[in-house]
């Protein structure tokens, strides 16, 4: 049953009063606007800062200060297994098993190191198949990827557009091309979500397609983690990997993570590119030739834990398991359908919402396309206090996070629009 909104200031209050996880704002630090917390619709560029990370990175300052080398093994957090305190919770929010999610490195590191694992052309199977539209570090890395196999990319990377005049992608469309390309694909590597429209792709679909044809499927989950529950086990994806400084808050350069099925994690001939940290604990430091990896996806783990860059993802993810990956979606759905229901009152601007309409297939953003004004629009929100953010060709991407966003944030955004002249 879909809730009766009302484009009211009051009806906005009453959402907010009824709210089960409205104190989590608290837990936030905000920018601040004319000595007021700013409205923040940019977590899916990059999260607040929890109130809990300056605690949690001098946590681990007073270890490398009180106890040096020693903190690998002391201290409140012995940093030789800081990759393994928040795997457990992100597992939960991506549904796979512990042992089949890791951090390290970054996103687009991690891509490339997971497409060497499980990208094996031969013969005429050597095309890897994308979105149209990915982003850009996403095309830079398969372009490059496939040329170190000496094949073109115009060749080897096959594209799925959206139909003539739309911009978003239909799921018989991809379906169909995997099927019509089933004798020449390699990989299906999408986008969970697609970063300009909010699209969220039915992956189980994607991934059992692209098994029916011999392929492997993988996800780039950046827009996904901590924005919607997932079951990359039970949907039987290959791989994933994921950014943690959008939803996931975890700052300006955290630690990305990954996501290996058991039948490849716990597989250790499974080719990869070999480091230290991956090695089996028990032999690691016999600091021997003949790399032994661990059987989980931390064989991908390459140098030391990223102590520093982790710590704020270990800070973040302890919220998250107090409010639940379920409750957090629940209350984003309502809180993206009022802001879609909202936008509708609207008559005195042209725009038009390029996010899908169904909660299914999309998360907490909505991508606004304007014909017109749409930077004036986006500067005049800044100037208010509400931080949005403007891609080219004339999108806001407008996404009410709802570990820190509200019912009475989503009506002063609408509020402001009904006002602009």
């Known amino acids: 049953m879909k809730k009766a909104f009302e484009a009211t200031a009051s009806f906005a209050q009453s959402m907010d009063e009824a709210d089960e996880l409205k104190n989590f704002k608290n837990e936030f630090f905000f920018p601040q606007h004319q000595g007021k917390d700013v409205i923040y619709f940019c977590g899916n560029s990059l999260g607040l800062q929890p109130r809990s990370v300056p605690a949690a990175i001098e946590a681990e300052l007073k270890s490398w200060r009180e106890l040096a080398v020693g903190g690998y093994f002391n201290g409140a957090n012995p940093w030789l297994y800081y990759q393994d305190y928040v795997s457990p919770s992100l597992a939960t929010m991506v549904g796979a098993n512990n042992h089949e999610v890791t951090v390290m490195n970054t996103l687009t590191v991690n891509v490339h190191l997971l497409l060497q694992s499980f990208y094996k052309p031969s013969g005429k199977r050597f095309k890897i198949m994308m979105e149209a539209g990915a982003f850009p570090s996403d ?16 060749e080897a990377i096959i594209e799925v557009a959206p139909r003539n005049g739309e911009k978003l992608l239909h799921l018989e469309d991809i379906l169909s091309s995997i099927h019509a390309h089933a004798d020449s694909l390699a990989v299906v590597l999408f986008g969970g979500m697609n970063y300009y429209t909010g699209q969220l792709f039915n992956m189980q679909q994607i991934t059992k397609a692209a098994h029916d044809a011999g392929a492997i499927a993988g996800f780039d989950l950046a827009h996904v983690a901590g924005n919607v529950p997932l079951h990359l086990h039970n949907w039987d994806v290959d791989f994933a990997a994921w950014c943690s400084y959008k939803y996931l808050n975890a700052g300006p350069g955290g630690v990305g993570a990954i996501y290996v099925h058991e039948r490849y994690a716990g597989n250790t001939d499974t080719p990869r590119l070999a480091g230290w940290w991956g090695n089996e604990e028990k032999t690691r430091f016999k600091m021997e030739k003949g790399f032994i990896p661990k059987a989980s996806a931390s064989g991908w783990n390459i140098s030391t834990a990223q102590v520093f860059n982790t710590v704020s993802l270990k800070a973040s993810v302890a919220i998250f398991d107090k409010a639940g990956i379920d409750r957090l979606r629940a209350k984003s759905i309502l809180l993206t359908g009022y802001l879609e229901f909202l936008l509708q009152q609207l008559d005195n601007i042209s725009f038009e919402i390029i996010t899908p309409a169904q909660a299914e297939e999309r998360g907490a953003q909505l991508s606004l396309y304007f014909k017109t004004d749409g930077r004036r629009i986006h500067d005049e929100m800044h100037s208010n206090g ?36």
């Open 139 to 154: 095309q830079y890395a398969v372009e490059t990827l496939v040329k170190q196999f000496g094949y073109a990319p115009e």
């Open 386 to 421: 509400i931080i949005v953010d403007y891609r080219e060709p004339g999108v806001i991407r407008v996404a009410p996070a709802p570990l820190y966003c509200s019912f009475a944030d989503v009506y002063r955004f609408y509020d402001i629009l009904k006002n602009f002249k």
